[in-house]
């Protein structure tokens, strides 16, 4: 099992940038794909952006060119640098493992003026 916890949310100003953290604990982190998810009030989870063991990313199309994905395995950490933001960024960010099924708690991204 993989224990997650995220840090790094705030708010921040449209056109903005944050780095959110998620620190992995718990199992082999370099050999599970990671990815980060994000919900709002009243919407399902969506996949925003995954980085698999060896460094391929995949991002969804409405984040594609503003975020980018990154881990360092000697860190057990993975990154998700934010720039551009939109205030429909707005969300809570949630770190994940699909392979073990394991959740972070979220960190919470406000963006507004």
């Known amino acids: 099992q993989v224990q997650l916890v995220e840090s790094g949310g705030g708010l921040v100003q449209p056109g903005g940038s944050l780095r959110l953290s998620c620190v992995a604990s718990?199992?082999?982190?370099?050999?599970?794909?990671m990815g980060w998810y994000r919900q709002s009030p009243g919407k399902q989870r969506e996949w925003v952006a995954i980085?698999?063991?060896?460094?391929?990313?995949s991002y969804a199309a409405s984040v594609k060119g503003r975020f980018t994905i990154s881990r360092d395995n000697a860190k057990n950490t993975v990154y998700l640098q934010m720039s551009s933001l939109k205030p429909e960024d707005t969300a809570v960010y949630i770190c994940?493992?699909?392979?073990?099924?394991?959740w972070g708690q979220g960190t919470q991204v406000t963006v507004s003026s």
């Open positions: 980085i698999t063991s060896v460094g391929s990313t």
């Open positions: 994940g493992a699909p392979g073990p099924g394991s």
């Open positions: 718990g199992s082999i982190f370099s050999r599970n794909t």
